[in-house]
Structure formats: C-alpha cells, structure tokens
C-alpha cells in the first residue's frame, strides 16, 4: 500500500505470520508494509490513519481488538488466519523480541522441509503446519521422521507422504486442522 511501511514486514500489524506465507516465500507479496503490498487492507489505512503514524501492531492500539477484527480468524487467504489474535496476543504477553524469535525459528524450520521434503505438492501444507502447530512439536516430528530407518530407501514423494501424516496425526491429537479455510464464494 502507498505510504504504508514498517520495520519487521515479517510479522503483520494485524498478526499474521508473513515469513510463513507462501506468497512471501514465493516473493510475490513483501509482507506487511513492505511496499505496494495488499492495497485493500482495511487494517493497514486504519493503522494510517492513526495522527499520520502507522501503529506497529493493532495490539498497541487502545481501540484493539476493533470491529476490523470480527470474524477475521473464520476464513483463510494465502495463510492461515486461525492464530492471529492469539499471536498478537502472545507477542504481548512474551514480548514481541521473544514471539520474534519463535516466528524467526519457525522460519527456519519451514525452509528446511521445503528444501529437503517439498515434492512440489507440499508448500502449502508445510506452512499451513509450522504456522498452526507448536515449534516443539514440529522439531520432534522431523527428529522421529529422520530417525527412520528406511528412509534413505524412498523417493521424494514417498517421504512427503509419511511427514505430512505424521504431521496430520500430530495436529488432529491438538484439535488443528491442517486445511486452509476457504470462505464460499456464492456465484
């Protein structure tokens, strides 16, 4: 958006989690503020219009949570919304240099399956995984998978197919659902 701009473009003003998107990854979108970006968002000409200074995170805001937020977290676009209350509320609660850390660890890990397990199916459930799920419970996924014996023995896809089930089982246990929510477009 013109004239919109922040310091961490990583993690957006309304809380979702940029460095886990796919059209971030894909450089097709520079995350929040960071150029032309999403020139519709409500939620960054609010932030605007805030005494012509851009409020870093909505939470920072004393109108915070505001209407722009009803219903945010029931539909998905490129990336998931399902978190991002709960993550701007845990980057209050930690600190955002913390909630900062985890995000950057979460990256880290991200670009470590799509590197060594994406067949050319699984982006999208990758960073639909590490954004929904715990750090923890990601790296212990990928410690168990690596573990396998047979694993040097399978193919690409092979090995896709075994991560994201064991990724899958893992989520269904915590009540996550690895699909993103697509809102129904009536024609």
Same mark, same amino acid.
């Given at each position: 958006? +013109? !004239? ?7 993690? @957006?003003? =309304? /809380?979702?989690? %940029? ?6 990854? $894909? ?5 929040? !503020? /960071? /150029?032309?970006?999403?020139?519709? =968002? ?6 605007? $219009? +805030?005494?012509?200074?851009?409020? *870093?995170? %909505?939470?920072? =805001?004393?109108?915070?949570? %505001? ?15 399902? +978190? &991002? ?9 930690? /600190? ?8 950057? &660890?979460?990256? *880290?890990?991200? +670009? ?6 994406? $067949?050319?199916? @699984?982006? #999208?459930?990758? %960073? ?8 923890? $419970?990601?790296? *212990?996924?990928?410690? &168990?998978?690596?573990?396998? *014996?047979?694993?040097? #023995?399978?193919?690409?896809? &092979? ?5 994201? !089930?064991?990724? @899958? ?16 477009? #009536?024609?």
């Amino acid at each position: 958006m +013109k !004239g919109f701009s922040r310091k961490n473009t990583e993690f @957006s003003l =309304c /809380g979702l989690n %940029c460095a886990l998107c796919v059209m971030h990854i $894909d450089k097709y979108c520079p995350g929040c !503020g /960071g /150029g032309e970006g999403n020139q519709t =968002c409500r939620i960054a000409r609010c932030s605007m $219009d +805030k005494n012509g200074k851009n409020i *870093e995170y %909505c939470y920072l =805001c004393n109108q915070y949570p %505001c209407d722009k937020y009803d219903g945010i977290e029931n539909y998905d676009s490129f990336i998931t919304h399902r +978190k &991002q209350m709960k993550d701007l509320e845990k980057a209050k609660i930690i /600190g955002l240099e913390n909630y900062l850390l985890i995000l950057e &660890q979460k990256e *880290e890990v991200l +670009k470590y399956l799509l590197n060594n397990y994406n $067949d050319g199916r @699984s982006k #999208n459930f990758y %960073c639909l995984a590490v954004n929904l799920m715990d750090i923890n $419970d990601i790296k *212990e996924i990928i410690m &168990q998978f690596e573990r396998m *014996e047979d694993l040097r #023995n399978m193919t690409l896809p &092979q090995k896709a197919v075994i991560l994201k !089930g064991m990724f @899958s089982k893992v989520s269904s246990k915590s009540g996550i659902t690895l699909k993103l929510n697509k809102k129904k477009v #009536n024609i």
